[in-house]
């Protein structure tokens, strides 16, 4: 975020140098031209009225003279001819005396009374020299001409100056507008960032830094210290939870206890044709006792905020397996176990035992005597499966997109769940960053699918495949 502000900053400081040097130096290389070309015209103005008077007089041995001292004062180069285009003198000594140049076009254009300003190769140096070119007369009588010319390599060192120092003048206020946007950007950046700190250990349930409220904008003070607040208000909060679950599970299991003693204590004393009316409340009491338990349970895991963490799926699941079979054998059910070895995924410490447990106690309740649960290990793109696939009536699709509602249970169930078993699943699947959908076994049954992310892969969270 520094390099974009600074970036930012830095583009739009560029963008007003451009938008101010350029013009400026365009303007610029027109008035130097303009000031030269003035300046020439004065010039040759005067040293024609010279030459004029010096042609008129016959005291033409004067006239190198003369252009010699304007030419080594100025560093230009004049030419004075005749008014039948003889040289009579040049500055620069590369034309003879007495050559003829009328058929030169400035020079034919200045013998006809009429001044010619232009840029022109030089025909003795070959270099490119803007020139002034001038009549010598007096009134409508021609006694010669004039010509004055500069090399343009002396304009276009002047404006080669002019636009180093502008790009100067442009360097030394980018990296003076570098140092002020890069003190700048960390100002603000600096509390943003012990912000997100801040934000990703409050997600971890391990808070100890809370941001800093003195630094950066006022807006940003503002925002640290209303996240301080709300943090440590939530902070209090899960704690005050915590609390709760940890007691309420001895607090509630003492007096269901203690209640369904009290009834049992009461069949002797009882009408045996009661008894199944105090059977079925015992059978009340203890799943209200199993509810409490899940109720807690899934309360520890919400207060929990815990990190994913490499587990062996393979060893889980053979364990899991082989601790059910006995349970499941005296149901007259098999488990058995498919699929290439997995390896490792990430999940939350504990969270594969629980979710297996859940999904095989649900399977066997509904599986009937000589069918098979099947645990399968199978590799999709991105990730691992865990199927747990039962033979039971299986679930319509309006039951299966319920099936995760706390305290849901199907309208025709015969036995005695809770309700929140596969919430607690959903639960331990989210938090290890998985995703977990049920979907109809072949024939029949329900076959739940859990999604898991291998270690060769980054802990984010799976998208439910439908």
């Known amino acids: 975020m520094t390099r974009r502000l600074l970036a930012g900053y830095l583009g739009l400081v560029l963008l007003v140098l451009l938008g101010l040097e350029i013009p400026f130096g365009l303007l610029f290389a027109r008035a130097e031209t303009s000031r030269l070309s003035n300046s020439m015209e004065r010039d040759a103005g005067m040293l024609a009225e010279l030459a004029e008077e010096r042609i008129e007089e016959n005291n033409t041995d004067e006239l190198p003279e003369l252009a010699t001292e304007y030419a080594e004062r100025t560093g230009a180069r004049v030419v004075v001819v005749d008014r039948t285009g003889a040289v009579l003198t040049d500055s620069a000594s590369t034309t003879p005396a007495g050559a003829d140049l009328s058929a030169q076009p400035d020079i034919a254009t200045a013998l006809r009374n009429r001044t010619t300003v232009g840029t022109s190769p030089d025909p003795d140096s070959g270099t490119e020299t803007r020139y002034v070119t001038v009549p010598g007369s007096s009134g409508e009588t021609i006694r010669g001409a004039l010509r004055l010319s500069y090399p343009t390599d002396v304009l276009d060192g002047r404006v080669r100056d002019i636009w180093f120092t502008l790009a100067l003048t442009g360097l030394g206020v980018l990296a003076a507008a570098a140092l002020i946007a ?7 950046i600096r509390p943003v960032h012990a912000l997100e700190r801040a934000t990703t250990q409050l997600a971890d349930g391990t808070l100890t830094n809370l941001p800093a409220t003195d630094l950066g904008p006022p807006e940003l003070r503002r925002l640290a210290a209303s996240f301080t607040h709300t943090a440590t208000r939530l902070q209090h909060l899960l704690a005050a939870q915590r609390a709760f679950a940890a007691e309420a599970s001895h607090q509630l299991k003492t007096p269901l206890t203690a209640l369904r003693i009290r009834l049992e204590n009461f069949e002797p004393h009882l009408d045996p044709a009661v008894h199944d009316s105090l059977d ?23 207060a929990a905020a815990t990190t994913p963490e490499a587990s062996d799926l393979d060893a889980v699941v053979a364990d899991r397996a082989a601790t059910w079979a006995p349970f499941a054998a005296e149901h007259d059910v098999r ?11 990430w999940a939350i410490p504990g969270a594969l035992e629980q979710i297996i447990d859940n999904l095989l106690a649900n399977a066997l309740r509904v599986s ?3 069918s098979t649960v099947t645990l399968a290990v199978r590799h999709v793109p991105h990730g691992i499966e865990l ?11 309006t ?6 509602d706390r305290f849901w249970r199907a309208s025709d169930t015969h ?8 919430p607690i699943v959903r639960h331990l699947v989210d938090a290890s960053g998985g995703a977990i959908t049920l979907h109809p076994a072949p024939g029949t049954g329900l076959d739940a699918r859990v999604r898991l992310r291998p270690v060769a892969s980054h802990p984010t969270r799976l998208v439910a495949s439908r």
């Not at 079925?280 to 919400?302: C, D, F, N, P, V």
């Not at 039951?399 to 995760?404: K, M, T, V």
């Open 182 to 188: 890069l003190a700048l950007a960390r100002w603000i």
């Open 280 to 302: 079925e409340a015992i059978g009340e009491t203890e799943r209200l006792g199993r509810m409490i338990q899940g109720l807690l349970s899934l309360a520890r895991l919400e």
């Open 335 to 345: 488990i058995a176990t498919t699929g290439r070895p997995a390896g490792h995924v």
């Open 368 to 370: 009937p005597s000589g």
């Open 387 to 397: 199927h747990v696939i039962d033979q039971g009536p299986g679930m319509s699709e």
């Open 399 to 404: 039951e299966r997109r319920r099936a995760f």
């Open 415 to 422: 036995h005695d769940g809770t309700g929140l078993g596969l």
